[in-house]
């Protein structure tokens, strides 16, 4: 492949990696709202009829987003393997796929149980961080933005 398609394929990898990064945050903070409030008993009393179904709302975003998180780890793992990357970039690819695989077996079992069963929801807790781990580490491993010039920025 020439050059300029690998350096396209490189800023795709940046940025859907830095997509998955901020979704997973935005997932991590909808999991522990409806863990806090929704599930956990010893929760707040009295919950109004409105904040019950937001939180259900936000349940179904958090499914939807669980989904699109698993699609997004499946184009990054193969564009880690099709662009000029380092070893360490495709390492990081695999295991960001595997933990997101281990997160969403989680969720199959935690929703599974009748949100009762809380094994399944601190592996989904783990998974979160090792998922963060290894993406933040493929983005480190990658050195920089691509397309971006730091000669440009200086004058």
């Known amino acids: 492949m020439n050059e300029k398609i690998q350096r396209k394929f490189a800023l795709t990898l940046w940025v859907l990696i830095s997509l998955i ?5 935005l997932q991590g903070f909808s999991g522990n709202w409806i863990t806090y409030f929704l599930i956990l008993p010893g929760g707040p009393a009295n919950l109004g009829q409105t904040l019950i179904q937001g939180l259900a709302v936000l349940a179904l975003y958090h499914k939807i987003m669980g989904f699109l998180i698993g699609l997004l780890s499946i184009l ?9 990357s380092s070893n360490y970039v495709r390492l990081f690819a695999v295991l960001g796929f595997v933990i997101i695989a281990f997160a969403a077996a989680g969720g199959i079992l935690f929703v599974q149980s009748g949100l009762q069963d809380r094994w399944p929801l601190g ?3 783990d998974a979160f961080v090792g998922a963060y781990a290894a993406y933040f580490l493929q983005l480190y491993f990658m050195n920089k933005v691509p397309g971006l010039r730091l000669s440009s920025l200086r004058s």
């Not at 990064?21 to 945050?25: D, H, Q, R, S």
């Not at 990054?76 to 000029?84: D, W, Y």
């Open 123 to 125: 592996q989904m807790t």
């Open 21 to 25: 990064l901020a979704l997973i945050t």
């Open 76 to 84: 990054v793992l193969i564009l880690a393997f099709v662009c000029r």
